[in-house]
């Protein structure tokens, strides 16, 4: 077992890739900022980072060829990048 840092505030959301090849972390702090970050499952380290959110990240989830991530949070708009 292990453990992975999300120094980014509060975790809201944690959802696997269809494969099981990167672990979605979402969250943030609610009115200042939020991230979405992709942590390769086989050595725990970040793959990518979707920082500059100005709300904190409530929900994400990654699309099956690993490319696409849609997240959303209270602002009530959804993101795809």
């Known amino acids: 077992t292990g453990a992975v840092a999300f120094p980014e505030g509060e975790l809201h ?3 696997f890739s269809r494969d099981g090849g990167i672990l979605l972390a ?3 702090v609610g009115g200042q900022s939020g991230a979405v970050v ?3 499952t ?3 380290k970040r793959v990518f980072t979707m920082p500059d959110e100005t709300e904190a990240v409530l929900a994400a989830d ?3 060829d690993n490319k ?3 997240f959303g949070g209270p602002n009530k708009v959804v993101k795809v990048a």
Request: glycine residues 16%; charged residues 20%.
């Open 42 to 44: 086989k050595t725990w």
């Open 13 to 15: 959301s944690l959802k």
């Open 62 to 64: 990654i699309h099956p």
């Open 38 to 40: 992709g942590f390769d």
């Open 68 to 70: 696409r991530v849609v």
């Open 26 to 28: 979402a969250g943030g």
